[in-house]
């Protein structure tokens, strides 16, 4: 029984720990941000405009994904590479996989050239990377997000 306790305690707070993160977590900090000359910017700078208009009208498809609580993007550009990061909160476990694969890819089913935005949909949070597929922010931020979120 001695074991018991301290392993439910121990998993208690793994799991605590793991659905505690915001989304001021989740995001970038600027000493996070890769070397690379890569500057701030206001607003979105996403690759395609489905990601930018899921970001900007999330409430038009809140039957389908879900109530959104709170949303963020960080924007990023530099001479070589430029996107945003988009990070939305919902009330309750996000559910539309099926949906976004369809809006960001289309037919494909998955990133391509063309489209190359991906998300990752953990619990109650989404985020969607609209950047290029080797984008040095693309990796930091999803390092961040996986060790945060798993």
Not at 5 to 26: C, G, K, R, V
Not at 40 to 46: A, L, R
Not at 84 to 112: C, N
């Amino acid at each position: 029984m001695k074991l018991t306790i301290p392993l439910l305690t121990l998993l208690l707070l793994i799991t605590t720990n793991s659905f505690s993160q915001t989304i001021a977590d989740l995001k970038l900090k600027p000493k996070e941000i890769p070397k690379g000359g890569y500057m701030v910017s206001d607003g979105n700078i996403c690759i395609t405009p489905q990601a930018c208009n899921f970001y900007n009208d999330i409430e038009t498809y809140s039957n389908i994904v879900g109530t959104v609580k709170s949303k963020a993007i960080q924007s990023f550009k530099s001479k070589a590479d430029r996107g945003s990061i988009m990070y939305f909160e919902f009330d309750h476990v996000f559910k539309g996989d099926r949906f976004l694969q369809g809006l960001l890819w289309g037919k494909a089913g998955e990133p391509t050239a063309e489209h190359p935005e991906e998300y990752l949909a953990k619990g109650k949070f989404l985020i969607i990377w609209s950047l290029q597929a080797d984008s040095p922010l693309k990796e930091k931020s999803e390092t961040k997000v996986e060790t945060l979120l798993q």
